[in-house]
């Protein structure tokens, strides 16, 4: 009995031993409780509440799964939305670099000045002949064209 009150007394933490008040001593007692012979009583009213608080939870919890889903997904959206209209505005601007580059290359100034540093020199009257305007005088040159025809070949 000593033992059981000593290791009881160990088990309780310093500040509660030590009390404002030490005149009288704490006393407890060890009281072995046999609950083996209890059986538990089916409580239907007691089960169809915790049916209905389980179900009542359910939804809450599936309504608040629910917003945050959609939350975070609207969140995700967006930063989708701002990823692509930073990447369309890199693109605009690729875009309008590559016209711009496009331009000075296709300059005629420029392209002279390249073609008379290879030794290229400008065409003599007569020299170059227009195909898109073509006369019909016979003795002009004439481009070729291709026309499908269907012959048909006798039986």
């Known amino acids: 009995m000593a033992a059981t009150a000593a290791a009881i007394h160990s088990a309780i933490p310093e500040v509660r031993r030590k009390t404002f008040f030490t005149g009288t001593p704490e006393i ?43 939350h975070f997904r609207a969140i995700e959206y967006g930063y989708q939305i701002e990823s692509a209209k930073r990447e369309l505005n890199n693109l605009t601007e690729m875009n309008r670099a590559l016209r711009l580059e496009d331009a000075s290359l296709r300059d005629p100034e420029r392209i002279d000045v390249i073609a008379r540093s290879m030794g290229l020199v400008p065409p003599q009257p007569g020299q170059v002949i227009r195909m898109d305007n073509a006369s019909a005088d016979a003795n002009t040159p004439v481009m070729a064209s291709a026309r499908s025809e269907i012959v048909l070949v006798g039986q």
């Open 28 to 70: 407890y007692f060890a009281k072995a409780i046999d609950n083996s012979r209890l059986v538990k009583v089916e409580d239907p009213r007691r089960n169809r509440e915790m049916k209905q608080f389980g179900t009542a939870l359910s939804c809450l919890f599936l309504l608040v799964f629910t917003y945050a889903w959609q």
